[in-house]
């Protein structure tokens, strides 16, 4: 994008805006992307008189549009990217074909080779527009006091092609939006006489394919269309391909199925491909994804800070390579760039703030979880995999899926659960069976619990995102013991993994769920000869903040009590008032949970981990002797445990006898 930038007065308003730069930098690297954004408005309404272009204008008024959303970062980068052009306004230059497509360090992500004629690239511009179509959700945007329909924001298309790496910085992915607006695969609808794309809060829409025979129409008129190389060329080859799919069932005017059997469960969707001939690149793929998984465990993974901000468990890059060369994994430190340089492309890896490629140096990067690739692949299930690098991409990121989910089966998860080594050990009717489990899974003293089972188990979690985990209808997932494995895992051995943080609940809906699964299908009643296991069954709803499932809990765990209760046939004097004992602990403990549920209509002990305001009455009660056992279970532990101030007991036991 070239720019006629011109100013009054140049030095002063150079001076001004670098100053704001250098000041507005530290403030966003440090997170505080408000105090940066308006830093930045500030000197650009100082500027304003001085700058003639109405660029400046544009930037001003859809940073103020973000800011009032309160996508403060977003505001920051256009104010950003509007200060460079004013700086610099030749040195940037335009992003054509030649330059944007034909580099080496081009940001095209979605291939793994660079194009080789126009026609592979109007192919692959063409996969990035079918991809925008289907990521993207169209809604109503008010844009200075007038309504548009059926439109986006310029920050939206960029926050998804970063995000699935298919560029790796928004610099980047604004030049090849910026590509597909000149080809008119893109309409502005908030600023019709502009003249670029842009990464703000302007508002755009999706061409119609009336639309795109028009442009085609006009493109193929061109005398540069003929030529190879230029960037008409490229994009009437994107048309065409564009104008083609259009023709088919996911094309660009219809909606993209929905691919259920690859979100729900992408390892039976890996081996009805393993069934197919695997091409070269297929198995490119796969060679890519299993040398993620072999170097993942060599690389240390951890929150790390610069500029006083902190990133989330990630790794530097050249310690990276220092690992993986040190484990002979590699015979150079260049081989080991170029390897970790395929995990980038890929999207297996990426740089924390998406704007390098794969360095061998201080910069740091992650790899990708399982949500991530999910959003990968689920964006480009569909798309026509004509390039080899499409299909080695889409291979990798498929397997590298599979790597990490695999090891979740019922079988490893139970047979820890249990502690035992088949599933002759599942469902035990013997009660020292129950009171040694119950140990091992923390309802006791917490010196009893299994740390060893927890910590075989809890990794397997991080890897199942809640709001993408899905096994209906999966016959060994909503099978008896299936079930069960569910509840262990989503119930039990969160709470006992992450202790006092937001994560011990994180997966309680997928628990809840499974025990609403079990007690439609009948397995409460019938499917277990141990009680235990339908007690087990239970604990989610004893979990729910929700007074429905409260009673729900209750009133079946009442009616299997008086079942088991008083059962005596075969069974000594010892057991029989041991049974009573386990009956009246958990129908204790049952109803406190409801009794705080039909209180509070929630668990106040919980509000520290989940950020929630503590009222005045669940502070009193907090406080006081009346809180059970249970209820404690969550605080804070070691170092974090010390900071919290704890007060006297208030002695509400004895007051309210009164």
Known sequence: MKSALSFRRVSPTKKKINAAIKKGVTLFNNGRHDECLDVYLQTAKEVQPDVRESYLNYAIIDAEELRAAGKHKDGAWVMRDAFNEILEPSSKPEATTANMLHEDDSGW?????????????????????EILRASIDLKTHNYIGKSHDECFRGSEAVDLLTSLHLSPSRIHATDKLALLWRGEFIVSVSHKSERSFHDGARLYRFASRAELQSSHDRFAALENAKKEGTEENCLLSTLNAALDKSTKPT?????????????????KYLSQLSLDVQSKEQEEGREIADFCTEVEPLIEVSDRKYHLKTYEKCFVGSEAVSKILEAKVVSSREEAVSKMTELVEAGLVYHVLEEHHFKDGPLFYKFSSTKELKKSIDAIANIHLSLSGDCAKYMALITRYHHLTCNLNITSILNDFYGCEDDSGWDISDLDNWRNNMKRWGFGRRTDQDDSMVDRLSPLLLNVDPDTWDVSGDPEWESPFGILAQIAIFDQVSRSAFRGTPDAFKWDELAKRATKVAIKKGYFESAYKSSLNRFVILLPLEHSESW?????????????????????EGLSDYEIVKRLEFSKRLSVAFLEHAQVIAKFRRYPHRNRALGRTTSLEERIWLASDLVPRWAKSQNPQGEEGKKVIKGPTIPLKRLTRR
């Not at 992500?109 to 527009?129: I, N, T, Y």
């Open 251 to 267: 094309g660009l005017d219809g909606k993209r199925p929905f691919n259920s059997v690859l979100v729900k469960n992408p390892s």
């Open 548 to 568: 429905e499932d409260q009673k729900l809990g209750v009133s079946l765990l009442l009616g299997m009590l008086s079942e088991i209760a008083v059962l005596d």
């Open 109 to 129: 992500q979605d291939e793994r080779e660079a194009p080789q004629d126009d026609d592979e690239m109007g192919r692959a511009l063409s996969d990035v527009v």
